[in-house]
């Protein structure tokens, strides 16, 4: 996994606290808003999240960049590729 | 001096705050007044089985008027909020045509009303045109949903024309009022097809956004054995991006497409213009609402409840209907100067719901922001509550009884 310092975020969205529809949701919609090539970050305390988020990540066929666990909560980093 | 208390909505949610609060408190401590637009009461969860069966659009199993649901004591006046200006505690209204001849505005066509408490019970609205492809109208050849009574009678008319094919339901966007809906939508067409000797020839594909069937994992686990079951296709992880009506073909975020003869999608919501208007929602036009006292964030005294909040529950009347209560308990403690009871003044995220799951079986959802739903396995007595339900609604819960 690369390091966090390394990389450039273009945009982080904070889903903590967010259950229903999720961060799942939080990040799919700013994938949407994202350009091709942009790197975004979702910071999630839900632990579903480390299933659901890499999975659609290699569904949606973008670049899953790594997780990042911080205190209480998870940063989900990934490129939009297309 | 009364206090006033304005409550914009007519929904569930609204009716049953006006209701408490009329109820419990006399004329010269407050006056209680429910403004909205149309001096009709929908049952929403109604709209569901009319595709299916032969009721009306002027059912009064679907919609009744709100005059007769309030209790005397609410001013009802019928009109639309332009304005909401919290600065100053007052609301804009644009009076309804016909307002006149019922209430005596004196000719007048627009008003202003000053507010001590606002509760904001002003629901959802379908937005089509957050989808690319669906702001050309539904109805024949395009797509449908059920998510109006109008538009439920047109899916009827389609079904009743349907020789076969593929039927695909899906949800333009989340949040969308009452998650179970495009599930038992699904159950009761596998129904409804086989009785109409369609079933072997239509093939049923349910897609989903999340990774699951449901947003929530414990009933996903009851209801996808069913779908598989009874030979219901899915496809999780599609999140719709384009629906292309002449082709006839839906397209994912995912870059997945799927060819389909009737579309039934579940359009896109946001919260009320109005809300957006007055800028206090988010960008989707929820407002940012207090998970426990249901105070709207950083307006005293201003409460929002039911679909029109951010709250991370299941837009419905249920959701609602447990609000409600909570927002006039607050309210009467306020005016009475006591401290609101916290056992009747919190909400805990409360939901109570039913699934229908077809051939006269449903389950039951009942949850809260700590605990899961833990849904019993689908029966004849769930089903036969759920109908009860909706014929005693009219009695039972916009007037607060239970």
């Known amino acids: 996994m690369p390091d966090l310092k390394e990389i450039t975020i273009d945009k982080e969205i904070d889903a903590r606290g967010s259950f229903c529809p999720g961060p799942l949701m939080e990040l799919i919609r700013g994938m949407k808003a994202l350009p091709v090539g942009g790197v975004l970050a979702v910071l999630s305390g839900d632990p579903g999240s480390a299933k659901d988020i890499p999975a659609w990540i290699q569904k949606a066929r973008h670049e899953f960049i790594g997780t990042f666990p911080e205190q209480g909560y998870t940063r989900f980093v990934a490129r939009k590729t297309h | ?402």
């Open chain 2, 1 to 402: 001096m009364p206090q006033h208390v304005m409550i914009v909505g007519g929904g569930v949610g609204g009716t049953i705050v006006a209701n408490l609060l009329a109820r419990h408190l006399e004329p010269i401590d407050a006056t209680v007044t429910l403004i909205e637009s149309t001096g009709k009461h929908a049952y929403m969860p109604g709209w569901l089985y009319l595709p299916f069966n032969h009721e009306g659009l002027e059912s009064d199993q679907i919609i009744r008027d709100e005059r007769g649901l309030l209790n005397r004591r609410v001013q009802h006046i019928r009109g639309t909020v332009s304005d909401i200006d919290t600065q100053n505690r007052e609301l804009h209204v644009h009076y309804s045509p016909g307002l006149d001849e019922i209430a005596g505005t004196g000719g007048a066509v627009e008003a202003t009303y000053g507010y001590d408490y606002l509760v904001l019970a002003t629901g959802a609205r379908l937005a089509p045109e957050d989808l690319s492809g669906l702001s050309e109208a539904n109805g024949n050849g395009g797509w449908h949903h059920f998510y109006s009574a109008e538009a439920a009678l047109q899916l009827r008319h389609a079904l009743q024309g349907f020789e076969g094919g593929r039927i695909v339901i899906t949800v333009g966007g989340i949040p969308y009022r009452c998650p179970p809906a495009p599930l038992e939508f699904t159950f009761l067409l596998d129904e409804w097809l086989a009785k109409h000797d369609l079933r072997s020839k239509t093939e049923i594909q349910y897609l989903f956004p999340l990774p699951r069937v449901f947003p929530i994992e414990s009933v996903a686990e009851v209801v996808t054995p069913l779908l598989e079951e009874r030979h219901i296709g899915y496809t999780v992880f599609f999140n719709a991006e384009t629906v292309d009506t002449e082709k006839k073909i839906i397209s994912s975020l995912e870059g997945e497409e799927i060819p389909y003869d009737l579309l039934v999608l579940v359009p896109p919501h946001r919260g009320a213009r109005l809300i957006e208007d007055a800028g206090l929602g988010d960008e989707q036009g929820w407002i940012p609402t207090d998970r426990n006292t249901l105070e709207v964030k950083g307006h005293q005294h201003v409460y929002a409840l039911g679909d029109a909040t951010d709250l991370p529950v299941s837009k419905s009347g249920s959701a609602a209907h447990f609000e409600a209560k909570i927002v006039a308990a607050r309210i009467l403690a306020a005016i009475r100067g006591e401290e609101p009871k916290p056992d009747e003044a919190t909400y805990d995220g409360e939901v109570m719901c039913f699934l229908e799951t077809g051939y006269n079986k449903a389950t039951q959802l009942v949850f809260n922001y700590e605990h899961p739903p833990r849904p019993p396995r689908p029966s004849l007595y769930y089903h036969m509550e759920k109908q009860l339900f909706n014929r005693a609604y009219w009695h039972i819960v916009p007037q607060g009884l239970v």
